[in-house]
């Protein structure tokens, strides 16, 4: 909601799924805009990188998401990220989840159906937010599938599972592509308990090294040239759809962050 207000890589790659692959140790940020402190960090391993060739990495995300006055956050909706040609993505000849197989499937029927398509898993917590109640907090697995694609259009399915105030499945739909020499995402969260949840921390982990024939191949690695990678939101979408008092209806931030890596000599 203010100018020049960065959003921290890892708050963005959540959405993203694994899209970057930042600092080379576990390293957070706190930010804030409007009543929102969103502290979020995470690395990678291995955490030295050739300066030249692309090398398979893992990549661990945390965040967590508050108010300055302990009101109810308001709901993470849409993230448009982008970041530099030193990382990339592949999902050529894995196995693809639809959708559609994750609908109204708990976590453990979406892994049964969909596992050979996992990218990731994590944890998360959600606040749930009605009227004249006190805020309930659930806790959900995190699961990354991979949606289909190739080296230069993607889609992943983040899934997880709530149980208050009844059982539902949210299915984030999340479009990578490529951007230039870069990477540009679209990450859209689903409207959670009917405009009364939000996100209120999460962590996970994504990566994936898989065989297509004898060749192998690796979801995602990185080259770290310069000792930095440099990751571009021009906008982080918040809605307040809980409509907490004195909260303005939407909250977006804009910005840029550059994160240290380190180059093998």
Do not use: W
């Amino acid at each position: 909601m203010r100018r020049n207000l960065m959003l921290a890589l890892a708050l963005a790659a959540v959405l993203s799924l694994g899209v970057t692959a930042i600092a080379s140790a576990l390293t957070s940020n706190t930010f804030r805009a409007g009543n929102l402190i969103v502290t979020a960090g995470g690395g990678t391993s291995p955490s030295t990188l050739s300066r030249t060739k692309y090398t398979p990495v893992n990549t661990t995300i945390f965040g967590k998401i508050k108010t300055s006055d302990g009101t109810h956050p308001s709901a993470m909706r849409e993230v448009v990220f982008d970041i530099d040609k030193d990382v990339k993505l592949d999902v050529r000849g894995y196995p693809v989840c639809k959708a559609g197989q994750l609908t109204a499937r708990p976590t453990s029927a979406a892994r049964r159906v969909c596992g050979k398509t996992t990218l990731g898993t994590g944890i998360a917590h959600a606040q749930i937010a009605f009227p004249e109640q006190a805020p309930i907090k659930v806790t959900s697995p995190i699961t990354i599938f991979n949606g289909g694609g190739n080296a230069r259009k993607m889609k992943l399915l983040i899934h997880t599972f709530l149980t208050v105030p009844v059982p539902a499945a949210i299915v984030t739909q999340v479009t990578i592509q490529k951007k230039g020499t870069g990477i540009h995402s679209i990450a859209k969260v689903p409207v959670i308990a009917g405009g009364s949840g939000s996100v209120l921390d999460f962590r996970f982990k994504v990566g994936k090294t898989y065989k297509v024939g004898k060749q192998k191949r690796y979801y995602s690695s990185a080259k770290c040239p310069d000792g930095k990678f440099i990751a571009r939101v021009p906008k982080a979408l918040f809605k307040n759809e809980a409509r907490v008092p004195g909260v303005a209806a939407q909250t977006v931030i804009k910005g840029s962050i550059a994160v240290p890596c380190k180059s093998k000599r």
